[in-house]
């Protein structure tokens, strides 16, 4: 039989119950857009997480209160939950460790915010003048945190741009509130700029903070003299381990540690967090997208039932084939290529909607979204599989039927 005609006789096959073989395609297209939905969520939320981590400068590391890593695992599980790191510790790292560029200290937490007539709860930070450039920060309006500000333990603000639209509105220019005057936890502080957008989203936004002088933080907000994370932009990223060794060392002598394993700190790079967070993200994706393949195992099911199906309702077209001369392969590649056209369409179709549903949750969930080539083709090599896959029983069934039986079959 020629190609041809086998596509011929598919199309007559497949349009002969247009109700049946539209179900059974849309079992695919639910399975496939839900597939491809599914892992452009969790690659999108693994891109803005990395986005976020590269977005806090380059060459960083980071000391962190808290029990130091164990062996194996990229952060500790006590991280941030102690009170061990001061203000001396990042000015000896700054005066004693040569491949330091540059050291900034930050105190945070989370407090109630308030304006004219508006408030929020937004991550407050404690810094020094030596944070803007350790992070990358500059000012949209304005300016940063200086020197003085901090020697002088001065009430003075500077707003990241979703803060700012919060307590002032989208509408109001960045120039415009400068000067004006906020309230954080019953406190007052005078606005002296806007830091330019960094991006991210939800808690993993960059934008969302606002920057106070370090020791005001400590006097009027936290009450004591501990920071919560030292930021240490090392001159080159192959000095990198290097400086670790180093301010490891020197962390443990100023806190009278003997044994490394006992570290009341730990201390990171970027691509230890970024590793950790991949490691998870690749975990969700993968999760995300077999949850969404059970549908396609389902869709598959629903193809054999049609194939089964058609095959007897077609026994004695079978029959009347084989007595003519059609032979097995004939047979079966005819019904197998009908199983193969439906899963195809069906992964077409339904490509389209796993991208208008990526589209979707990206622009009314406010949440990243990432189609990578390799999800696309993976749903239509999983389609063409469940294709040939389901469809091969009733094919090879109806390719074994005796012809004189099939021309009896009532």
Do not use: C
């Not at 396609?296 to 079978?318: A, D, K, P, Q, S």
């Amino acid at each position: 039989m020629r190609i041809s005609d086998l596509f011929q006789e598919t199309y007559s096959a497949l349009t002969a119950n247009k109700v049946r073989s539209g179900l059974t395609v849309l079992g695919i297209v639910i399975g496939i857009g839900s597939v491809i939905a599914m892992v452009s969520v969790g690659q999108g939320s693994s891109a803005s997480i990395e986005s976020s981590i590269q977005s806090l400068g380059s060459n960083l590391l980071m000391v962190s209160p808290g029990a130091q890593k164990s062996v194996g695992a990229k952060i500790s599980s006590g991280r941030g939950s102690m009170q061990t790191l001061k203000q001396t510790d990042a000015d000896a790292i700054q005066e004693q460790i040569s491949l330091a560029k540059a050291v900034a200290p930050e105190l945070s937490g989370r407090y109630q915010v308030t304006a004219k007539g508006t408030n929020t709860n937004t991550s407050i930070l404690g810094v020094t003048a030596s944070y803007s450039p350790t992070r990358d920060i500059n000012t949209a309006a304005g300016s940063f945190i200086s020197e003085q500000n901090n020697k002088s333990l001065a009430k003075v603000a500077v707003l990241g741009p979703t803060a700012k639209d919060d307590l002032f509105g989208e509408d109001t220019a960045d120039e415009d509130v400068i000067g004006k005057k906020i309230k954080i936890n019953k406190i007052e502080f005078k606005v002296i700029g806007v830091a330019e957008a960094k991006g991210g989203t939800g808690f993993n936004s960059q934008d969302d903070k606002i920057f106070i002088p370090l020791t005001t933080a400590q006097r009027f907000l936290a009450g004591s003299n501990y920071v919560s994370t030292i930021y240490i932009e090392v001159i080159d990223q192959d000095s990198m381990i290097l400086a670790q060794e180093e301010i490891t060392s020197l962390l443990l002598q100023l806190h009278n540690i003997s044994d490394a394993t006992l570290a009341d700190f730990s201390l990171m790079s970027q691509s230890d967090i970024i590793e950790s967070v991949s490691s998870i993200s690749d975990t969700l994706t993968v999760l995300l997208g077999s949850i969404a393949g059970i549908s396609l195992i389902v869709g598959g099911i629903g193809i054999m039932n049609m194939m089964l199906t058609t095959v007897t309702e077609r026994t004695r077209e079978i029959g009347l084939r084989k007595a003519i001369g059609a032979k097995k392969k004939d047979i079966s590649s005819q019904f197998l290529i009908e199983s193969v056209v439906i899963t195809l369409i069906g992964g077409i179709v339904g490509s389209l909607l796993g991208w208008l549903i990526s589209l979707g949750v990206a622009y009314f969930g406010d949440t990243a979204t990432v189609i990578t080539s390799w999800s696309i083709f993976l749903a239509f090599g999983v389609s063409a599989f469940i294709g040939i896959a389901f469809g091969y029983y009733p094919a090879r069934r109806a390719a074994s039927l005796n012809p004189i039986e099939a021309l009896r079959y009532e």
